[in-house]
Nanobody, 123 residues
Framework: QVQLVESGGGLVQAGGSLRLSCAAS????????LGWFRQAPGKEREFVAR????????SYADSVQGRFTISRDNAKNSLYLQMNTLKPEDTAVYYC????????????????WGQGTQVTVSS
């Protein structure tokens, strides 16, 4: 199995940027397809972005397309989410997640989760 720890969250003004990181330990990182999800207060957890094992294939939620970039460094056992042009509606707890198998937008498909990192965007 794999253990995931997110970092990089914080408070930022609208229009600003943040870079989230997710450090992994345990089973070889390259075995996993990875995703970022987020959950705002009173809302369900939602898909943000996903990336294939080799980092070639990526996909994004419509709400973040063109503003967020997911990437991974298998040599460093790390996953990243570069978030630009942040909006107040991006405020949420952001989670990284891992699974064995094909990439997926569905949070129920991911077995391993980090504890989350809070992102707050002020207007």
């Amino acid at each position: 199995q794999v253990q995931l720890v997110e970092s990089g969250g914080g408070l930022v003004q609208a229009g600003g940027s943040l870079r989230l990181s997710c450090a992994a330990s345990g089973r070889p990182f390259s075995d996993y397809t990875l995703g970022w999800f987020r959950q705002a207060p009173g809302k369900e957890r939602e898909f943000v972005a996903r990336i294939s094992r080799n980092g070639v294939l990526t996909s994004y939620a419509d709400s973040v397309q063109g503003r967020f970039t997911i990437s991974r460094d298998n040599a460093k056992n790390s996953l990243y989410l570069q978030m630009n042009t942040l909006k107040p509606e991006d405020t949420a707890v952001y989670y990284c997640a891992a699974r064995i198998g094909y990439t997926s937008d569905y949070c129920g498909d991911y077995r391993y989760w980090g504890q989350g990192t809070q992102v707050t965007v002020s207007s």
